[in-house]
């Protein structure tokens, strides 16, 4: 029994010990934020788009050809992440081949129906075939900060008439389902 003592008292002492109320600590822990670092400069995917539109009595094939365009400045987010700005070409061509219009559009060919800060960290988005409208094409145009393109976007309107003659004006009815990505529309029941 002498030698069982000992081993009973330790016993009642571990087992006082363990029931005895935990301190609690306001400590939080958590990773240590680390800012993203700026990568090699993002850009948008090349994309080409050719719609057959029938238009003052005839067949006409209207190509958006967006492509970045290495050539034009360099556009930063906050976090510093460089962006490569785009270049879009409108070619409107007749059922036989021959070009009707071709232009190459740049965020400079719609800087002054923007506000800032777009002129200086924005991007051309894109530029899509929407109707005839009124005897003229029209396009939507959008001009995007380029790390929030479906959420921060100025969009415009773009009209060219039979005699080639453009026409740029801010949209405020614009529809936003043509710029949404395919993800977008799985969240849609």
């Not at 490569?84 to 400079?108: C, L, P, W, Y």
């Not at 899509?128 to 959008?142: A, H, I, N, P, T």
């Not at 415009?156 to 993800?183: A, F, H, W």
Request: aromatic fraction near 8%; include cysteine.
């Amino acid at each position: 029994m002498k030698r069982l003592l000992p081993f009973i008292l330790v016993l009642g002492l571990l087992s006082l010990g363990a029931c005895k109320e935990k301190k609690q600590s306001a400590d939080i822990i958590t990773t240590k934020y680390i800012p993203k670092q700026p990568q090699a400069p993002i850009a948008m995917p090349a994309d080409r788009q050719t719609t057959q539109v029938k238009w003052q009595g005839a067949m006409y094939a209207v190509t958006v050809d967006r492509m970045p365009a290495d050539s034009l400045s360099m556009v930063k987010d906050d976090s510093g992440q460089e962006y490569i700005d785009n270049q879009i070409e409108v070619t409107i061509a007749r059922h036989d081949g021959s070009v009707f219009f071709r232009r190459m559009f740049t965020k400079a060919s719609f800087v002054s129906y923007v506000d800032a800060p777009f002129p200086k960290s924005g991007i051309l988005a894109g530029i899509r075939y929407d109707e005839v409208d009124d005897g003229k094409l029209e396009f939507s145009v959008v001009v995007a900060l380029p790390d929030a393109v479906d959420d921060v976007f100025i969009p415009l309107e773009m009209t060219i008439d039979r005699q080639g003659v453009i026409q740029i004006s801010r949209d405020d009815d614009m529809d936003m389902l043509d710029y949404q990505s395919d993800d977008d529309d799985s969240d849609e029941a």
